[in-house]
C-alpha cells in the first residue's frame, strides 16, 4: 500500500531557530500534499495545502512566512517552522494523495512532534 | 471553525460490547472518511463511504451516513481492548481538503 514518510518523528529546538519536517511519498507520487496541525487532546487543523510546482494555499490564520512549504518534486513536501516560539510546539502531520487518483482514502505519515524550548 | 462535531467525546466500554460514534458536518461532501488514531500517532484510514453510498461494512466497522442529516456513524463491533484509541470522521470537498472532526477517545476495557 501506499506509504509517507514523514522526518523527524520528534524534534526540540530553542526559541527563535527554524524547524524542517519532511514529508516523503516512497512509492506512488502525490501532486498535493496536506499539513495538519494537532494540539493534545485535539483534532487535526488543516493548514496548508502544498503543490508541487506552485504555491501552498494556507488555511485562514495561518501565517504562510513563518510556516514555509516547499514541494519541489513530485515526491516531497516540506514544511519549515520559522523563528519557532513554544506556542508552535505541536503535532504536525502530513498526509498525500496520489497524482490522479480520485479522493479515497489519504495516506498520513507518522507524524513530527516538535516541543519549542 | 473548519471542523465538524462528533460525539461522544470520550467512551468507555468493556471488551466484547459495541461502541457507535457519530459525526456531523457543514458543508457538501464528495465522501466521508473515519481514521483511527493511537496515542501521538499517525492516522490510520479505516473506511470511506461516498455521499451517494448509504451504508458500508468493513470486518467489525459498520459506517452510515445520511446526507440529509449532515451525520454519520462508526459502529466497531464486539470491541477489544486494541481498538481503544481516538476516532476521526473526515469529510472531502471539492477542492480535496479533507476537515475533521473533534474527535471520540475509545476506551476498551478487558
Known amino acids: 500500500g501506499a506509504v509517507v514518510s514523514q522526518h523527524p518523528s520528534w524534534v526540540i529546538c530553542k526559541s527563535g531557530t527554524s524547524v524542517k519536517i519532511e514529508c516523503r511519498s516512497l512509492?506512488?507520487?502525490?501532486?498535493?500534499m496536506f499539513w495538519y496541525r494537532q494540539f493534545p487532546k485535539q483534532s487535526l487543523m488543516l493548514m496548508a495545502t502544498?503543490?508541487?510546482?506552485?504555491?501552498?494555499?494556507?488555511e485562514q490564520g495561518v501565517e504562510k512566512d513563518k510556516f514555509l512549504i516547499n514541494h519541489a518534486s513530485l515526491t516531497l513536501s516540506t514544511l519549515t517552522v520559522t523563528s519557532a516560539h513554544p506556542e508552535d510546539s505541536s503535532f504536525y502531520i502530513c498526509?498525500?494523495?496520489?497524482?490522479?487518483?480520485?479522493?479515497?482514502?489519504?495516506?498520513f505519515g507518522s507524524g513530527t512532534r516538535l516541543t519549542v524550548v | 471553525s473548519q471542523q465538524g462535531e462528533e460525539d461522544p467525546q470520550a467512551l468507555s466500554i468493556q471488551e466484547g460490547e459495541n461502541a457507535t460514534m457519530n459525526c456531523s458536518y457543514k458543508?457538501?461532501?464528495?465522501?466521508l472518511q473515519w481514521y483511527r488514531q493511537n496515542s501521538g500517532r499517525g492516522l490510520v484510514h479505516l473506511i470511506l463511504?461516498?455521499?451517494?453510498?448509504r451504508e458500508k461494512h468493513s470486518g467489525r466497522l459498520r459506517v452510515t451516513l445520511d446526507t440529509s442529516k449532515k451525520s454519520s456513524s462508526l459502529l466497531i463491533t464486539a470491541s477489544r481492548a486494541a481498538d481503544t484509541a481516538s476516532y476521526f470522521c473526515?469529510?472531502?470537498?471539492?477542492?480535496?481538503?479533507?476537515?475533521f472532526g473533534q474527535g471520540t477517545e475509545l476506551s476498551v476495557k478487558p
Open positions: 498526509s498525500a494523495v496520489p497524482t490522479g487518483s480520485s479522493q479515497y482514502g489519504y495516506t
Open positions: 512509492d506512488f507520487q502525490a501532486t498535493t
Open positions: 502544498s503543490n508541487e510546482g506552485s504555491k501552498a494555499t494556507y
Open positions: 458543508t457538501s461532501i464528495n465522501n
Open positions: 463511504i461516498r455521499s451517494n453510498e
Open positions: 473526515a469529510t472531502a470537498n471539492q477542492g480535496g481538503k479533507l476537515i
